[in-house]
């Protein structure tokens, strides 16, 4: 039998002990009896979280595209693939089907192709949530080539860093693209990251918004005249089950960006099997995520998850508030959307607005509701539950990471009874386990520790692009023979998990990560700026918001702080992207620091979420005297 659809809880505790007995046998059967590989695998998997190093279907031979398209072709041609629903409700939703996708994946390729783009080389993507985003990222792995998308929000600087820091050879964007009443210059962005990236050679630029922009002589390519001209059929490249398929960039707590790489056959494994499971998708249901492409909810669960299994996936170019507040609902009462997957920051801020922006429309396609990117609060999970799901959709919480590539702990519907705030369940094969500082595994249930997992599974990202050995510090080292997540976790009294959020310096904005070495080295570029640091505090749309303790020189200008706080934000606005901008400033003369120069955040952290209560012992301090002082300037 099948473990591939689960369809009661009973099924999945069986199928997950034997997931979990043989990982090996479990995976085999869900890659042998659902996809196409051009070899089988030699061997399922090794594994060695030391080095760390981990190979599934080793030896299998495979393109991710002829799985997610061409195998659908058959039974499926004429069926939507891709429902593309502009930004602006007048304009007329585009509907492609699998054929159709085909051949613009196609075209796309050997476009590529013909500008000298081979298996192995990067592409970066920064293109707005339009289907050539789709189509460019099924393009590159069609060829072999590793995509890397940067989210179109992402400003020139933080463009050009990831850019160089993989060598892409070729940049996708367009000429802008609309989001609300907004319309965006991408183009100049890029021309302004390229002057800092001597590795890109060829720019294909996409026509969205149709204004006069400036094109590069010999660098810069119009994307439509190429593809007119290319060719409707384009055999794929055989991939490995091991070849990178793509770089997706992280924040981390400290440094550069992360280019986590994700490889062909495990990837494509997991993420099909979890989008059937955790969606309980059906054939003629349309799936909806609200993500962009450019984070890994959009790679795992708009493109690659749903076109695995011949679904109907929409793509929305939009915002949630636009024209009003009840653009979410209108859609999914126009395309009848079945399954809705968003993020508890949107949920928020929709739930802040009037119901009558949601009773206006009829809801009653809906089956199954998602959440995904922070922890979702008892109020929004209670507001989703019952204005949107009438109480009848369940909804699933889906705990994962860019780095974990799939979903790996979250109810799945109609078979998982849900409790909000939890995610519950891991997936079948997943192995996870609270440990205590030291290191030692907490067992037994309603215990609270870092979250960690004890057993590879397929789609895990092998390594950080480049920097193997900050793979190995960031994830393999805290704990012996653990992949460590970076969260902390609750085990209630029947073993359900709750993620309680980060346990190290990544602060959730609004769903987006956001590491606070970065922001505050962008701070300290302000010439008045002496020091700085950065620490999150509750609010109630954005998750956390963030707050800075600032430190100035003693020049003597800069005394307008109302400026000075607007520069500041331009500053990260340029070097990172307005996602990072700060809610609050405090200039202070002093902060709190270890003996050994350390600043302790912690003690921040408690000031700007108003829990000054509790510091704890701040006598070990070099400057015991500065707390006080920030406490009583603190800003409201
Ligand atoms: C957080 C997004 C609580 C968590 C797919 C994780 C969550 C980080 C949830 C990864 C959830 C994600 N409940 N927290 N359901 N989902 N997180 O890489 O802190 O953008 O480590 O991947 O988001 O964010 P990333």
């Known amino acids: 039998?099948?473990?591939?659809?689960?369809?009661?809880?009973?099924?999945?505790?069986?199928?997950?002990?034997?997931?979990?007995?043989?990982?090996?046998?479990?995976?085999?059967?869900?890659?042998?009896?659902?996809?196409?590989?051009?070899?089988?695998?030699?061997?399922?998997?090794?594994?060695?979280?030391?080095?760390?190093?981990?190979?599934?279907?080793?030896?299998?031979?495979?393109?991710?595209?002829?799985?997610?398209?061409?195998?659908?072709?058959?039974?499926?041609?004429?069926?939507?693939?891709?429902?593309?629903?502009?930004?602006?409700?007048?304009?007329?939703?585009?509907?492609?089907?699998?054929?159709?996708?085909?051949?613009?994946?196609?075209?796309?390729?050997?476009?590529?192709?013909?500008?000298?783009?081979?298996?192995?080389?990067?592409?970066?993507?920064?293109?707005?949530?339009?289907?050539?985003?789709?189509?460019?990222?099924?393009?590159?792995?069609?060829?072999?080539?590793?995509?890397?998308?940067?989210?179109?929000?992402?400003?020139?600087?933080?463009?050009?860093?990831?850019?160089?820091?993989?060598?892409?050879?070729?940049?996708?964007?367009?000429?802008?693209?609309?989001?609300?009443?907004?319309?965006?210059?991408?183009?100049?962005?890029?021309?302004?990251?390229?002057?800092?990236?001597?590795?890109?050679?060829?720019?294909?630029?996409?026509?969205?918004?149709?204004?006069?922009?400036?094109?590069?002589?010999?660098?810069?390519?119009?994307?439509?005249?190429?593809?007119?001209?290319?060719?409707?059929?384009?055999?794929?490249?055989?991939?490995?089950?091991?070849?990178?398929?793509?770089?997706?960039?992280?924040?981390?707590?400290?440094?550069?960006?992360?280019?986590?790489?994700?490889?062909?056959?495990?990837?494509?494994?997991?993420?099909?099997?979890?989008?059937?499971?955790?969606?309980?998708?059906?054939?003629?249901?349309?799936?909806?995520?609200?993500?962009?492409?450019?984070?890994?909810?959009?790679?795992?669960?708009?493109?690659?998850?749903?076109?695995?299994?011949?679904?109907?996936?929409?793509?929305?170019?939009?915002?949630?508030?636009y024209p009003d507040f009840g653009r979410f609902w209108e859609i999914v009462d126009k395309h009848k959307v079945s399954q809705f997957y968003t993020a508890p920051t949107a949920i928020r801020a929709l739930g802040k607005e009037s119901v009558d922006f949601v009773e206006k429309y009829d809801l009653s396609s809906l089956k199954t509701l998602g959440s995904v990117g922070e922890p979702i609060n008892e109020e929004a999970w209670h507001w989703y539950n019952d204005n949107i799901g009438k109480k009848k959709c369940p909804i699933v919480d889906t705990w994962w990471q860019t780095e974990t590539g799939g979903i790996m702990i979250s109810p799945i519907p109609f078979v998982t009874p849900t409790k909000p705030t939890y995610a519950t369940l891991p997936m079948p094969g997943i192995q996870p386990t609270l440990l205590d500082e030291n290191g030692k595994e907490i067992t037994g249930n309603q215990v609270d520790g870092r979250l960690c997992i004890k057993f590879p599974w397929p789609s895990m990202a092998r390594t950080i692009w480049g920097n193997h050995d900050r793979y190995r510090e960031t994830y393999f080292s805290a704990f012996e023979n653990m992949y460590f997540t970076g969260d902390g976790a609750l085990r209630d009294e029947v073993g359900y998990y709750r993620i309680t959020g980060r346990v190290d310096d990544v602060i959730i904005v609004s769903g987006h990560n956001l590491g606070t070495a970065p922001i505050e080295d962008a701070v300290n570029e302000h010439p008045a700026v002496a020091e700085s640091a950065i620490v999150g505090f509750p609010h109630d749309v954005k998750g956390n918001a963030l707050y800075g303790f600032v430190i100035l020189k003693e020049t003597g200008e800069y005394r307008d702080h109302t400026n000075l706080r607007k520069e500041i934000n331009q500053i990260i606005t340029e070097h990172i992207g307005p996602i990072a901008k700060l809610d609050k400033i405090q200039f202070t003369v002093g902060l709190p620091k270890t003996r050994s120069g350390k600043i302790m955040r912690r003690i921040l952290r408690k000031i700007a979420c108003d829990e000054i209560g509790n510091l704890g012992d701040t006598s070990t301090l070099l400057n015991p005297e500065v707390v006080q002082e920030i406490i009583d300037n603190k800003i409201d």
């Open 1 to 321: 039998m099948s473990n591939y659809h689960i369809k009661n809880f009973e099924e999945y505790f069986h199928v997950y002990r034997k997931s979990i007995r043989n990982p090996e046998n479990f995976w085999e059967e869900v890659a042998e009896e659902h996809f196409l590989w051009r070899k089988r695998w030699d061997n399922v998997l090794s594994w060695d979280f030391k080095k760390p190093e981990v190979k599934w279907f080793e030896g299998g031979k495979l393109n991710i595209t002829e799985n997610c398209i061409d195998r659908h072709l058959r039974i499926r041609g004429d069926k939507t693939a891709i429902l593309f629903e502009p930004n602006d409700p007048k304009e007329a939703a585009e509907h492609i089907s699998y054929k159709e996708l085909y051949k613009r994946v196609n075209k796309f390729a050997n476009v590529l192709k013909s500008q000298g783009i081979k298996k192995g080389d990067r592409v970066c993507i920064y293109l707005p949530m339009i289907p050539e985003l789709a189509i460019s990222v099924l393009a590159c792995a069609r060829i072999g080539a590793i995509h890397s998308v940067v989210f179109a929000g992402f400003s020139s600087s933080a463009l050009a860093t990831r850019i160089n820091d993989s060598s892409c050879k070729m940049v996708i964007t367009s000429d802008g693209g609309f989001r609300g009443n907004k319309t965006i210059n991408l183009k100049s962005i890029v021309d302004e990251a390229l002057l800092k990236t001597p590795c890109v050679e060829t720019v294909l630029v996409a026509k969205r918004i149709k204004s006069t922009i400036e094109m590069k002589e010999g660098r810069d390519v119009w994307l439509q005249p190429l593809l007119d001209k290319a060719d409707e059929e384009c055999e794929i490249e055989v991939m490995d089950a091991e070849d990178p398929l793509f770089i997706l960039y992280t924040s981390g707590s400290t440094g550069m960006p992360k280019g986590m790489m994700h490889t062909t056959g495990g990837y494509m494994v997991y993420t099909a099997f979890t989008f059937k499971n955790v969606f309980q998708y059906r054939e003629n249901d349309i799936f909806w995520c609200t993500a962009d492409i450019g984070w890994i909810t959009g790679h795992s669960y708009i493109v690659y998850g749903p076109l695995l299994n011949g679904a109907t996936t929409v793509m929305f170019e939009g915002v949630p508030s």
